[in-house]
């Protein structure tokens, strides 16, 4: 789409009128703004819209008419009804009068894949992304970010807020129990915005729209009653799921998006479909050639790269964000013929699927097992069918598996009565939640209830409103009537709110001011306390101060801090659970070499729990804590150990979720240790940044850019393109080996990994971690390890042996100029000698080229 153009002709030479007080204007569309013309931005976007060969529908250009003329709207329209054109037309019309628009949606996913796709559409130069993980052009005039980024900004400045218009994406979230708040904050603390509001289900809006128009004096017209442009056919299987889809492929009616309960189970079937021809040979080179250049992680970046060659797309949101981006950017492409995953496609991510394919009807919630609701049903199913490409979409529903069988049985037994009573009938599985085709045609025929808003109120909401100058009692009501017209509930959430504000005030963190401010604010934040406190992380002020009480000199003094961070962060239950199983086995292993008995080691096993560094400690200053801090939930503090478990294995992320086994759940390692470095940096004092925790704060932050830095990649590619096609490449800024003093550390732990590995005389997993082309091979390792057991009955690898004394660093120039270092590291043998070492070379030009630690072993020997 060609707007890039359309806009810098309507902006050129009509710069936006400045206030008295030389600051842009609130509201694109008020006086004072740069005046558009309805007619000129409307025939902009049919030439923009015509030059794609595409033409707008009647409900399209109604909405598009209402945004310019400055009407809030509420598009409530089936998917692939165009939703994205109109909501692209009043980012264009924003802009065009200066103002600035932001778009929001409820997983980070959608707001990269939105985008990406506005910068194509705008230039990069306009468009930004904040989603709390990363922010991108921040200040640009469009801005993509999650719901609570918004909501946070609209509870800090409201109506002084830089924010002209909003376009709310999948707004049915506002009936969230634990989100829905993000949705609703918008609303009341913006009435200076204009609301585009969205969704395929969001069922009776009539009332919303009066509200919205009581609120902010802005007329709200209403999009809905529009005929799907694709329609959609139901069938009820009763096939099993591998004839199922195979049926769909050699019918035609791929790509086809197979829905699946859970993410293991999505990962199975991806697997279970290797052995199906989905795509001919010249297909999978096509798909070959296309992911030529993609950098896939070792591990399950092999198993990603195995399903994509075979046309198989895997999508859920345990993935990193690399791999999802490449299915979706590969379906799109059409060379996929199936995506496995689970119900995240269904929040609005732009795959083009033919037929969607529920594996089942039924969900676990969090809490139990439960049969879809209609707008869960409806959001899935309507990804089925894309406009410009399909006439048709289709929409498969599995019967159960045991169902399923049982009907197979019964056909064989071809109407012998006799056989039919000697049938073996299959059982349903333990738990199984009962679902059949007339459940199916419920779902198919029912309607998306009206949405209500779930508002709840935060201490950090309380302290976010802290930052306006205004009345903040007076700012939490009007928030509070703004979110619900039911008496019991405002007194609910009047009541939570004087609990928090009181119990804010006990503490010392909130404190009254003598005298009100010129907005009539009477209370402030605790001067003494960090700017970001609360905000993100309740126990930020805890951590603070447990940092302080631990032991500087202490040679774990690093570690300790890191641990006491990582107890304020939430769990991320699937890798605890992977720490308490291997640690489970350990201790098997370790009871059954002392003799106990079957009994006693399973009485015992039911102590044994994921580590947790400093835990007594820690539970005992919360103790102290807590009373002065009574907003803070009794069960915040975890103690857990992930990024020091990693530190002290001298693991790559690769070889951690690997020797966890969570693989399939890279993406959810991946955003706990983001939260980690984050809260790393924000929160320990700086008197306890001691030159060892900046070690392993740049080792962290290296760690993430290198497992995964796509979207910083593809900012970068937007914004300095190739001057020419077949320019000479030049080396980007930053590299493997640009941060020295996160490299050396990297370098350090794959050295130390190695002593680990001596010290268990595994020589296999040793010569494993050579790269191609290294002198030492399994045997070499064997007949080394064995010199020294001739010599030594243990191989040191606890903290001393981890000493900065043992590693030596010899930096050289080789030839043409190619950067060497040779790199000793001296093993810790019992008899303190000192006298055998690991010797190894790595070519810094070498990592570079593979964004990846290279490390050579030339020996393992007596250093005489």
């Known amino acids: 789409m060609r707007l890039a153009e359309a806009l810098d002709d309507m902006v050129d030479g009509r710069p936006p009128v400045e206030t008295d007080r030389g600051e842009r204007p609130r509201g694109w569309d008020s006086p004072g703004a740069r005046a558009i013309d309805p007619d000129m931005a409307i025939d902009h976007l049919e030439r923009a819209v015509a030059a794609d060969g ?24 089936p998917t692939g009804s165009g939703k994205s054109l109109i909501a692209t037309a009043a980012h264009f019309a924003c802009v065009a009068g200066g103002g600035c628009s932001y778009y929001t949606a409820p997983i980070k996913a959608l707001v990269s894949e939105k985008f990406f796709s506005l910068c194509e559409i705008f230039g990069a130069a306009r468009v930004g992304m904040v989603t709390g993980d990363a922010s991108v052009n921040p200040d640009a005039p469009i801005i993509c970010c999650t719901a609570e980024i918004l909501a946070n900004i609209a509870l800090r400045e409201g109506r002084h807020a830089a924010v002209d218009q909003v376009v709310m994406d999948e707004f049915h979230f506002i009936g969230d129990p634990d989100r829905g708040w993000a949705w609703q904050v918008p609303l009341t603390e913006l009435p200076q915005a204009q609301q585009i509001i969205m969704s395929a289900t969001l069922g009776d809006v009539s009332q919303l729209a009066e509200n919205l128009t009581t609120d902010t004096g802005r007329p709200t017209e209403i999009i809905t009653g529009v005929t ?34 859970s993410q293991r189970l999505a990962l199975e079937r991806a697997q279970s479909l290797t052995s199906m021809k989905l795509v001919s040979t010249e297909e999978r080179h096509a798909i070959a050639a296309e992911i030529a250049d993609f950098r896939f992680s070792k591990g399950f970046g092999s198993t990603v790269r195995k399903f994509i060659t075979a046309g198989i797309g895997v999508h859920h949101a345990g993935m990193l964000p690399k791999y999802r981006r490449l299915v979706e950017t590969l379906a799109q492409q059409g060379r996929l013929k199936v995506i496995c995953g689970t119900d995240t496609l269904g929040v609005g991510i732009n795959v083009p699927i033919r037929t969607v394919m529920f594996t089942a009807l039924t969900k676990f919630d969090g809490s139990r097992m439960r049969v879809l609701k209609s707008r869960e049903f409806h959001q899935i199913a309507g990804r089925a069918g894309r406009a410009g490409f399909d006439t048709v979409g289709y929409v498969v529903a599995q019967a ?102 009181h119990a804010l005030l006990v503490s010392g963190v909130v404190h009254r001011l003598d005298e009100p401010t010129p907005g009539g604010r009477r209370y402030a934040m605790n001067e003494d306390l960090q700017e970001d406190f609360a905000l993100n992380q309740p126990l930020s002020s805890f951590a603070a101060e447990a940092i302080e009480t631990l032991d500087p000199e202490s040679e774990n003094h690093a570690l300790d801090v890191v641990s006491v961070i990582e107890a304020t962060l939430d769990n991320p239950m699937t890798l605890l659970f992977a720490q308490q199983h291997e640690a489970r086995g350990e201790a098997i292993g370790e009871m059954k070499a002392d003799g106990m008995d079957y009994e006693e080691r399973m009485d015992a096993l039911e102590e044994v729990e994921w580590p947790k560094p400093l835990a007594e400690t820690l539970d005992a200053l919360f103790e102290i804590f807590a009373p002065s801090h009574p907003w803070v939930p009794a069960d915040a503090l975890s103690p857990k150990s992930i990024v020091r478990d990693m530190y002290e294995r001298a693991m790559t992320f690769g070889e951690f979720c690997a020797f966890y086994k969570v693989q399939r759940s890279e993406g959810l390692v991946l955003r706990y240790l983001t939260d980690a470095f984050r809260a790393l940096r924000q929160t320990v004092p700086e008197a306890e940044q001691t030159e060892d925790l900046a070690d392993i704060v740049a080792w962290l932050g290296e760690v993430i850019r290198t497992t995964d830095s796509s979207l910083i990649d593809e900012w970068e590619a937007l914004t300095h393109p190739p001057e020419e096609e077949g320019a000479e490449e030049v080396r980007p800024v930053r590299t493997f080996t640009s941060n020295r003093r996160a490299f050396t550390v990297a370098l350090r732990n794959a050295m130390f990994r190695k002593v680990i590995l001596a010290a268990d005389d595994d020589f296999e997993g040793l010569a494993a971690l050579e790269p191609e082309g290294s002198p030492m091979k399994v045997h070499d390792w064997e007949d080394a390890l064995g010199a020294y057991w001739d010599e030594h009955e243990k191989l040191n690898d606890g903290p001393d042996a981890r000493s900065p004394a043992l590693f030596m660093v010899e930096k050289e120039s080789g030839r043409g100029g190619s950067r060497i270092w040779l790199v000793r590291q001296i093993i810790d043998d019992p008899e303190g000698n000192h006298d055998w070492s690991i010797a190894a070379t790595v070519d810094l030009d070498e990592c570079d080229d593979a964004d990846e630690l290279v490390l050579r072993t030339r020996a393992f020997a007596r250093m005489d």
């Not at 595409?54 to 329209?77: F, K, P, R």
């Not at 009820?236 to 004839?243: A, L, N």
């Not at 198919?444 to 808003?453: F, G, K, Y």
């Open 400 to 501: 159960p598996e045991h169902v399923v069988a049982n009907a197979k049985a019964l056909a064989k037994a071809g109407g012998d009565a006799k056989k039919a009573r000697r049938i073996q009938k299959h059982k349903a599985p333990d738990g199984f939640v009962n679902y059949d085709e007339e459940t199916f045609r419920k779902l198919i025929d029912s309607t998306p209830e009206t949405l209500h808003a779930r508002m709840r109120i935060t201490d950090a909401m309380l302290l976010n409103l802290l930052s306006r100058d205004e009345d903040t009692v007076v700012a939490a009501k009007h928030l509070i009537d703004g979110a619900t017209s039911n008496p019991r509930e405002r007194r609910r959430l009047y009541r939570r709110s004087l609990q928090l504000g």
């Open 54 to 77: 595409l033409e707008m529908y009647e409900h399209q250009e109604e909405a598009i008419l209402d945004i310019v003329t400055g009407s809030h709207v509420i598009v409530t329209t």
């Open 228 to 261: 799907r442009p694709v329609p959609l056919l139901y069938e009820w299987s009763m096939e099993s799921d591998h004839d199922t889809i195979a049926n769909l492929v050699d019918d035609g009616k791929a790509p086809v998006y197979i829905v699946h309960p």
